[in-house]
Structures are given as C-alpha cells and as structure tokens.
C-alpha cells in the first residue's frame, strides 16, 4: 500500500510538471518578460540613433556654414562695387554684411589675405616702435630735444595710421556697398596721411637752425595734406578709372618735398645737405615708393598672366611689401638725422 502510494505520488508529480497547461503557463511568462526586455532596448536604440542622428545632422549644417562662410567666388560672381581688377579672376569673398565674418576671413586664403596681413604686422612693428623709440633716443643723444621727439612721432603716427586704415579696408572690403566706399577713402586718406608725416621730419631737419623755413615748408606740406584728404573722400576719386590719378596725385604730393631738398642745397651746399636729411635714406625710401607706385598703376604681375596672381605675389600685395620698406629706410634716415643734428652737426649755417 505504501508502495502504491509512492508510485502514485510520482506520477502525479510528473502529470503535474509535464501538465500541458502548466507548461503554457510557464512559456506565457517567459515571452512577457523577454518581450518588454525586447522593446526596452529596441526603445533605447531609437533614442540613441535619433541622438545620433541629430548629433551628424547638426555637425553637418556646421559643416555647410563652415563651407559657405569661406566660399570664394570668380570674378563673374561678385557684385559691381567689389569689381577692381579684371586680372584677379577669383578667390574673392563673398559680401558677407557682417564685420565678424569679415574678421574671420583673417584665417583662410582669399585673394585680399596678403594685403591684410602685410600691413597688419606693419602696423604692429611701427606701432612697438612708437613704444621704444623715445626712450631709445632719450638715452643715446642726451641734447634731444621735445621737438624732436614730436615730429619723429608724427611720421610714425602716420605710419601707423596709413597701415591701420588700410588693413581695416582690405579687410572690410567685402562686408558691404557703404563700407566698402567709407574704408576705400579711409584708405587714401592713409597714404596722405603716411606721406605727409614722412616730409615733417624731413624738412623739420633740412632747416633744423631756421625756424621760420621749418614752419613755411611744414605748413605747406601739411596744408597739401589736407587737400589731398579733401579729395580722397570724394566719390569719384575712388574710381578704378581713376587709379592713374590718384597714383600721380600722391606721387605728386610727395615730390613736393623735393622744393625744400634744393633749397638746403643752394643755401648750405651738397654736405650739409647729404647729412641733414640723410640723403642716402632718404633716395632708397624715394626708390621703393616709385616702384611700388608703379606696380599699383600697372597691374604687373597679373596683367601679364592673368588668373595666375589671384592670391600670392599680386601687384598690390608687392605695392605693400615696398611701402613697409620704403618706410622703414625713412625711419632710420630720420634716426641718423636726429644723431646727426646732435652730435656730429656744425655751428648753424647761416642762409
């Protein structure tokens, strides 16, 4: 009977584990928990593909900005107001009507990239020389006067001035219409102000003991300055038709330092002359301002090639590389002319 009994219970206990419906039962459960493990992760996978998706999508639309922000465009594809040098036939920026864009343009190859830098970095190294220059004199030549402290520092306020005005218009140039045309004047108003700032220090020396020719000859470069300012600003003026006149115009305004050079000449002689507006400096600055002047007219290199120039060694980029070199001669010329009147000058001539 016991026997039985147990033989009994085992079988039950294997009809009841075998049980169909308990079997059912048991799958039914398991389907459930790892179906919603399923979705779950199903559910956290479209959450992060669709992270993902905006992550790349975002970066893209960056991407395009980038692109866009630094496209150049041909000569064909810019507005008439940016239209200068037919030879240049691409790499130019697109009008951007933002000053921010306009900055970042500093950081990626375009066909205006050289003339900014070139003139930037001038402006720098004038404006460092602006900072050491006094106390460089003050402490070599002990007899240096305040006068001539003032007009070493008009010539390299003009300096700085010029190469400011000019990186601000290079730079500037594709924002838009007005501004383009306000710095393009800005511009020459530089070149004036460069070339009347460079003649003070010149004639101020010429006639160093005399101050009545001192300020006869400096009032009349100065007031030729003004003049030419005057004409900068106008519309016209600006014109790239007009490029000739306005290169004869400063060229002009410069060699009007030549009526002060010959009279020193007539009145003290060729040695007194030679020293006093160190004649030597002075011929290599007038050397480089002439050739640059004459690649600014001319369009060589890329008259020549064109197409060929478009961002490195163009006419005007080698125009600013002669300016900073014409200018830098002056800066030393004015230098030994400073020593010279000093140290090594004579009793004052007399007239």
């Known amino acids: 009977m016991t026997k039985g009994t147990g033989c009994d219970t085992i079988q039950k206990g294997e009809k009841a584990f075998f ?12 389907p459930q928990k790892i179906t919603g493990g399923r979705k779950k992760i199903h559910s956290n996978a479209n959450k992060s593909h669709s992270t993902l998706r905006a992550g790349i999508e975002d970066l893209s639309s960056f991407t395009k900005v980038k692109k866009r922000a ?6 064909d594809e810019i507005p008439a107001w940016m239209r200068d040098n037919t030879f240049i036939t691409r790499g130019y920026r697109s009008p951007t009507g933002s000053y921010k ?3 970042k343009s500093l950081t990626y190859l375009h ?11 001038g402006a720098i190294v004038f404006m460092v020389l602006m900072v050491t220059t006094a ?8 007899t240096v006067k305040w006068s001539d402290v003032i007009v070493m520092y008009i010539f390299l306020a003009g300096a700085v001035g010029c190469l400011l005005l000019s990186t601000a218009y290079h730079l500037f140039s594709c924002h838009s219409h007005e501004v383009h045309r306000f710095f393009n004047r800005c511009d020459y108003v530089g070149i004036a102000s460069l070339i009347t700032g460079s003649c003070v220090p010149v004639f101020f020396y010429a006639f160093y003991c ?4 001192k300020v006869l000859y400096i009032s009349m470069i100065v007031i030729l300055g003004v003049a030419v300012c005057y004409l900068s600003i106008s519309p016209t003026f600006s014109l790239p038709e007009w ?3 306005r290169a004869f115009t400063f060229v002009g305004m410069a060699a009007s330092g030549v009526i002060p050079g010959i009279h020193s000449f007539l009145a003290f002689g060729w040695a007194h002359t030679m ?4 004649l030597g400096y002075l011929s290599k600055m007038a050397a480089f301002y002439t050739v640059a002047v004459a690649f600014y007219s001319t369009r060589v290199p890329e008259r020549w090639f064109p197409g060929k120039f478009d961002i490195w060694l163009q006419s005007h980029t080698i125009f600013h590389c002669l300016v900073l070199a014409a200018a830098g001669y002056h800066y030393i010329g004015v230098l030994k002319a400073i020593h010279w009147a000093h140290i090594h000058a004579a009793v004052c001539p007399a007239i």
């Open 19 to 30: 049980s169909p419906r308990k079997r059912v039962s048991n799958s039914n459960n398991r």
């Open 70 to 75: 630094q496209k150049l465009l041909q000569w």
């Open 101 to 103: 864009e306009c900055i």
């Open 111 to 121: 066909n205006e990239f050289l003339n900014v830098w070139t003139h930037f970095i």
């Open 135 to 142: 106390s460089w004199v003050s402490s070599e030549i002990h």
């Open 210 to 213: 005399h101050d009545y020719l």
């Open 243 to 245: 490029r000739i006149v």
């Open 275 to 278: 020293q006093s507006l160190q």
